[in-house]
């Protein structure tokens, strides 16, 4: 599967960013999804994830209740809605997805279970 990630910016701390990532191919429902992000100097660290289906979502602490990932199959697109923006997640974001026979479980949540990677979009958050 191929992604194309969209809607980073630059925005406000405690403003609102919506990206979205489309794939190619019909399959796109065999595939957990997830975003995960990269600041300068850390390591890609996970931010959601959503299950085939859209039913079960993970995410770290670091996020919970800011970020919302979403998906549409039938528009084979995944999104990840952010509020209250803090200057601390600022980084390029990536979408990517992992096959269902790749993971455990309902949602993946490591970096190793996802093979197929978008080509990141920059969301800056100033103070």
């Known amino acids: 599967v191929q992604l194309q990630a969209s809607g980073g910016g630059v925005v406000q701390a405690g403003g609102t960013l919506r990206l979205s990532c489309a794939a190619s191919g019909r399959t796109f429902s065999s595939y957990g999804m997830g975003w995960f992000r990269q600041a300068p100097g850390k390591e890609r660290e996970i931010v959601v994830a959503?299950?085939?289906?859209?039913?079960?979502?993970y995410s770290p602490d670091s996020v919970k209740g800011r970020f919302t990932i979403s998906r549409d199959n039938a528009k084979n697109t995944v999104y990840l809605q952010m509020n209250s923006l803090k200057p601390e997640d600022t980084a390029v974001y990536y979408c990517?997805?992992?096959?269902?026979?790749?993971?455990?479980?309902?949602?993946?949540?490591?970096?190793?279970?996802?093979?197929?990677w978008g080509q990141g979009t920059q969301v800056t958050v100033s103070s």
């Open positions: 959503i299950s085939r289906r859209g039913a079960s979502t």
């Open positions: 990517a997805a992992a096959l269902y026979s790749d993971y455990v479980g309902l949602v993946p949540s490591g970096v190793a279970d996802f093979r197929s």
